[in-house]
């Protein structure tokens, strides 16, 4: 059975910092492409970080700078640190493993609220 589990979210003040994990099983972690999602109230998901299954990295121009994504293929995890966070940031962070052969599978969701 194929799950992915998302975890790490929370309530932090403008400035502060989270990390989120993706930590994934029942299937083969390292061909997946990883790519956190956010969807803020109201609008729509969007993506924000991608890791390859080759290790590199691409970021929506709105978080460039401020979060980092990486994996850790031998615990089938991958991360996305998030610094200097600002309210825009508050949604729901929801990763995705995508292989163009084998599929795609989301996570559940973690909130993020960013707010004084």
């Known amino acids: 059975q194929v799950q992915l589990v998302d975890s790490g979210g929370g309530l932090v003040q403008p400035g502060g910092s989270l990390r989120l994990s993706c930590a994934a099983s029942?299937?083969?972690?390292?061909?997946?492409?990883i790519i956190w999602y956010r969807q803020a109230p109201g609008k729509q998901r969007e993506s924000v970080a991608r890791?390859?299954?080759?290790?590199?990295?691409s970021y929506v121009d709105s978080v460039k700078g401020r979060f980092t994504i990486s994996r850790d293929n031998g615990n089938n995890t991958a991360y996305l640190q998030m610094n200097s966070l600002k309210p825009e940031d508050t949604g729901v962070y929801y990763c995705?493993?995508?292989?163009?052969?084998?599929?795609?599978?989301w996570g559940q969701g973690t909130q993020v609220t960013v707010s004084s």
């Open positions: 995705s493993a995508d292989s163009y052969m084998a599929g795609r599978y």
């Open positions: 029942g299937i083969d972690f390292s061909i997946y492409d």
């Open positions: 890791i390859t299954n080759a290790g590199r990295t």
